[in-house]
């Protein structure tokens, strides 16, 4: 495979964008997060002068247990998704053993097209990493997995293909002596949350969630890990006191219960329509776009990827480059789902720009 680039695999969507563009590089969904949810954490800044308590936590853990029908010790807090994938190497620890650096793991193996984040932190600690790089449809019908590969790494829907893979072909990936890590950051954005193994307790199998995106939670941190408690247990050891802040735990909370499940859900029906009547608008410029396509974004094709970037950057508009997610070459872009207003000035954009 050559040299990897950890550069490519360092880079987000974020730093296509600045201030007054039109956002189609990042999948928050808005610039900030509800009303309501403004609110509540409002209520708790004059409580900022004391250290975050284990109330809070517990209450928080509590909250997430019930909207996946798990028990509170099947989940822990995160800052992040970002987070949780940075603790992967420390898997590598035996059972009640010293954190892990790595070591313990023999082989990880990253299904690609996918977000990169999780290679990076475990090629960072020294843990041997394959790629298993998907052709399209991009489906996991067609992924060779190592046998020897102790850790999997897998997402779902998958960042930038928006493909949803079935429940039953993640299941297959389990084998004794492995633990399948599926991110499933964008879950809650597709209707139902369907192939989601969120709600199912496997003793090999982990699953993160991010509040970031749904939420427009970014500049907070907020999101959790469900699993076997002892796999929690080898990701936590060693990590430093008080790891989230009051505002992240109060978050966490308040977007686990079931009038705000309820909420994501309508905005995964809106995001839904909004993809279905963004596709043929694509089309009619000529952009392949992928499909079947399940998430918050599209993977689209067109023939310099490159130039039709700095175009549209030039007309203030920000679009996610794909050459940086391994398995896609220089002609794959990446757009988040957005309403008719916005894509209306990318299309208009497009036209007079050209592809």
């Known amino acids: 495979m ?27 969904q808005g610039s900030a997060p509800p009303e309501w949810l403004r609110e509540r954490l409002a209520a ?14 517990r209450r928080a853990r509590a909250a997430v247990a019930a909207r996946h029908g798990r028990r509170p010790e099947e989940v ?8 949780g994938f940075a603790m992967l190497p420390r898997l590598g620890a035996a059972p009640g053993g010293a954190a892990g650096d790595g070591q313990g793991l023999r082989l990880a193996a990253a299904i690609h097209p996918s977000f990169t984040e999780p290679e990076l932190a475990l090629r960072e600690a020294g843990v041997p990493v394959v790629r298993v790089v998907l052709e399209a449809p991009y489906t996991l019908e067609s992924a060779v997995v190592p046998d020897e590969a102790d850790l999997v790494v897998v997402g779902n829907p998958t960042n930038p293909t928006s493909v949803l893979h079935s429940a ?11 633990i399948v890590v599926v991110d499933e950051a964008f879950a809650d954005a597709v209707v139902g949350e369907p192939e989601s193994l969120a709600g199912v307790s496997y003793p090999d199998v982990l699953v993160l969630r991010s509040l970031t995106k749904t939420w427009a939670l970014a500049g907070l941190r907020c999101g959790y890990v469900l699993g076997d408690p002892e796999l929690l247990a080898r990701l936590n050891h060693g990590r430093a006191h008080w790891p989230l802040g009051t505002l992240q735990l109060e978050a966490i909370a308040a977007t686990a219960e079931p009038g705000a499940v309820a909420e994501s859900q309508r905005k995964a029906e809106g995001i839904a329509a909004d993809r279905q009547a963004m596709i043929p ?7 392949e776009v992928h499909e079947p396509a399940r998430g918050p974004f599209l993977l689209i094709r067109v023939p310099d990827a490159e130039l039709l970037r700095k175009r549209l950057a030039a007309k203030g508009i920000a679009v996610r480059r794909g050459d940086t997610f391994p398995g896609l070459g220089p002609g794959f872009l990446r757009l988040a789902v957005r309403p008719a207003t916005e ?10 720009v050209g592809l």
Do not use: C, W
């Not at 608008?281 to 952009?287: P, S, Y």
């Not at 894509?343 to 007079?352: H, Q, S």
């Open 168 to 178: 039953e072909s993640i299941q297959r990936l389990r084998r004794p002596g492995r």
């Open 343 to 352: 894509v209306d000035r990318l299309v208009a954009a497009i036209r007079e």
């Open 2 to 28: 050559g040299e990897v680039d950890l550069a490519k695999l360092r880079h987000h969507g974020d730093v296509e964008t600045r201030v007054g563009m039109v956002d189609f590089a990042v999948n928050v």
């Open 44 to 57: 708790r800044l004059t409580e900022l002068g004391r250290y975050p308590g284990g109330d809070d936590e």
């Open 76 to 83: 822990l807090l995160l800052a992040g998704a970002a987070e």
């Open 281 to 287: 608008r694509l089309r009619e410029l000529g952009v």
